[in-house]
């Protein structure tokens, strides 16, 4: 796994404590458009987390976590995250 995906990993198991986390760079599917331009991809990720810290709350709110705990690295690299943050019964009737 690559260095900033492997940091988003981390900081999501650290903060979220999730049962499941699933990390896919997808850069390779927006090459040419703005915030792809960097050498070796690790741009754009699509994450696919369930945690209890999703309990009662909202997409928004739930989507305010994920963006929190990975920051640093939407600062310095990452353009774009497509997430879907889901509680462990949601996942259960996936």
Known sequence: ???YATRMRDKLTE???PQSLSIK???????GH???DQPGGETHFDVVIVSD???GLGRVARQRLVYG????????RVHALSIQALTPDEDART
């Not at 760079?25 to 090459?31: G, N, Q, T």
């Not at 705990?69 to 310095?76: F, G, H």
């Open 15 to 17: 903060a979220l404590n």
């Open 69 to 76: 705990a990975v920051s640093a690295e939407l600062a310095e």
């Open 25 to 31: 760079d997808v850069s390779h599917h927006h090459a």
């Open 34 to 36: 703005a915030g792809a």
């Open 53 to 55: 810290r999703f309990e």
């Open 1 to 3: 796994m690559a260095i």
